[in-house]
């Protein structure tokens, strides 16, 4: 039969036997015969996620991010490898990265996923792009101001000066950006408690933006929310027999504990700033008593909290307690190692403000806390 017959007619199947033995052969080098994973794929494939997994809670995000992209070099589709690599991109607070991970995020609510995390890490990215561009946007608007600032912002960005009229368009599209991207927070972190309705991050978040917008009462919902969540399990973290078991060793038993006191430092730094903000917001609202509870617990939590005396100082100036506003505007200049910067000229000022109305009338002295609460 000439070639061009055999063409024609088609190539016969192999027998069973040939087939048995391709079918052998490609198992033996580690390929499959329909495009799954081969187990020496699969082997390699869980070893990334799992190193992945592991400098994420060390907080090596780069290294993460390098694992997951190993990890998705096998499987494009894996959902933890891709969570991962959002999240350590997210971490990284690159603005290039910030953009890769909302892909990353996007990538994964495209394909149906309904985790939580997924929509948190969006919200977070979000939440970072806005306010990255309400920085700009008030960087632009020193310069309006500014001219030397703005030539030599110019010169070191190779680009030509701007006027005022195309620095006023860049203003202006830096806010709209900012508003799409915090606007777009909001939603993925509404729906994070959604699926979640106690989530910490998601509340923390959602705070800071309505406090950017001047939303006191969403904000302080969502904050005292937060500290309510923070004060329940800040003592369940603590309760060390809960994660301690006999059959650890002494090692691993100071390394739980290592691990429990840096988480507990962790949310306790969270609960201060948050309290710190919720205390700017009443002295904003002129509500001076529930301030200083605030700031008195911030202060608590952590006695080095220098803005906490600071304000402090301030909320009992308000009040009249110049005792203990001198107090603690002494101990914000005495604690602190900020330059002769606007805050601290504010100190310095209140300070003497306070200490001559204190002169005036000797008799003033600082008030207990069952007092300032109208207890008996």
């Given at each position: 039969?000439?070639?061009?017959?055999e063409?024609?007619?088609?190539?016969?199947?192999?027998?069973?036997?040939?087939?048995?033995?391709?079918?052998?052969?490609?198992?033996?080098?580690?390929?499959?015969?329909?495009?799954?994973?081969?187990?020496?794929?699969?082997?390699?494939?869980?070893?990334?996620?799992?190193?992945?997994?592991?400098?994420?809670?060390?907080?090596?995000?780069?290294?993460?991010?390098q694992?997951?992209?190993?990890?998705?070099?096998?499987?494009?589709?894996?959902?933890?490898a891709?969570?991962?690599?959002?999240?350590?991109?997210?971490?990284?607070?690159?603005?290039?990265?910030?953009?890769?991970?909302?892909?990353?995020?996007?990538?994964?609510?495209?394909?149906?996923?309904?985790d939580f995390?997924?929509?948190?890490?969006?919200?977070?990215?979000?939440?970072?792009?806005?306010?990255?561009?309400?920085?700009?946007?008030?960087?632009?608007?020193?310069?309006?101001?500014?001219?030397?600032?703005?030539?030599?912002?110019?010169?070191e960005?190779?680009i030509?000066?701007?006027?005022?009229?195309?620095?006023?368009?860049?203003?202006?599209?830096?806010?709209?950006?900012?508003?799409?991207?915090?606007?777009?927070a909001?939603?993925?972190?509404?729906?994070?408690?959604?699926?979640?309705d106690?989530?910490?991050?998601?509340?923390?978040?959602?705070?800071?933006?309505?406090?950017?917008?001047?939303?006191?009462?969403?904000?302080?919902?969502?904050?005292?929310?937060?500290?309510?969540?923070a004060?329940?399990t800040r003592?369940?973290?603590?309760?060390?027999?809960?994660?301690?078991?006999g059959?650890?060793?002494?090692p691993?038993?100071?390394?739980?504990?290592s691990?429990?006191?840096q988480?507990?430092r962790?949310?306790?730094?969270?609960?201060v700033?948050?309290?710190?903000?919720?205390?700017?917001?009443?002295?904003?609202?002129?509500?001076?008593?529930?301030?200083l509870?605030?700031?008195?617990?911030?202060?608590?939590?952590?006695?080095?909290?220098?803005?906490?005396?600071?304000?402090r100082?301030?909320c009992?100036?308000?009040?009249?307690?110049?005792?203990?506003?001198?107090?603690?505007?002494?101990?914000?200049?005495?604690?602190?190692d900020?330059?002769f910067?606007?805050?601290?000229?504010?100190?310095?000022?209140?300070?003497?403000?306070?200490?001559?109305?204190?002169?005036?009338?000797?008799?003033?002295?600082?008030?207990?806390?069952?007092?300032?609460?109208?207890?008996?």
């Amino acid at each position: 039969m000439s070639q061009d017959a055999e063409i024609r007619m088609g190539t016969p199947w192999p027998g069973p036997g040939i087939v048995a033995t391709i079918v052998l052969a490609l198992f033996l080098s580690g390929c499959t015969l329909f495009g799954g994973l081969s187990e020496d794929e699969e082997l390699k494939l869980g070893l990334y996620v799992q190193q992945a997994k592991a400098f994420m809670a060390s907080s090596r995000y780069t290294s993460a991010q390098q694992q997951a992209e190993k990890a998705l070099s096998i499987d494009p589709d894996h959902f933890t490898a891709n969570l991962i690599l959002g999240w350590s991109l997210l971490q990284q607070r690159n603005p290039g990265k910030l953009v890769q991970a909302r892909k990353v995020f996007n990538k994964l609510l495209d394909d149906g996923s309904v985790d939580f995390r997924t929509h948190l890490g969006l919200g977070l990215v979000r939440y970072q792009q806005g306010l990255s561009e309400l920085a700009r946007s008030d960087q632009l608007e020193r310069w309006m101001t500014n001219r030397p600032a703005r030539e030599i912002a110019a010169r070191e960005s190779g680009i030509s000066v701007p006027n005022d009229e195309e620095l006023q368009i860049l203003i202006t599209r830096a806010k709209a950006s900012s508003k799409e991207a915090l606007d777009a927070a909001v939603t993925e972190l509404q729906t994070v408690l959604e699926l979640n309705d106690r989530y910490p991050q998601a509340l923390l978040t959602l705070g800071q933006i309505n406090l950017l917008r001047k939303e006191d009462d969403k904000a302080l919902k969502h904050f005292e929310s937060y500290i309510e969540l923070a004060e329940k399990t800040r003592s369940v973290t603590l309760d060390e027999d809960a994660w301690l078991s006999g059959s650890l060793t002494k090692p691993e038993e100071d390394l739980v504990r290592s691990t429990l006191e840096q988480k507990v430092r962790s949310n306790v730094n969270k609960e201060v700033t948050v309290r710190l903000a919720v205390a700017f917001i009443y002295f904003r609202n002129q509500d001076y008593p529930a301030a200083l509870s605030h700031l008195d617990r911030a202060i608590e939590l952590d006695p080095e909290t220098i803005l906490a005396y600071l304000n402090r100082g301030e909320c009992h100036g308000k009040l009249g307690n110049y005792a203990e506003a001198v107090k603690d505007l002494q101990t914000f200049v005495k604690k602190s190692d900020r330059d002769f910067d606007e805050v601290m000229q504010r100190a310095t000022t209140l300070l003497d403000e306070y200490t001559r109305a204190l002169a005036r009338n000797p008799s003033l002295r600082p008030t207990t806390h069952a007092e300032r609460d109208g207890s008996p």
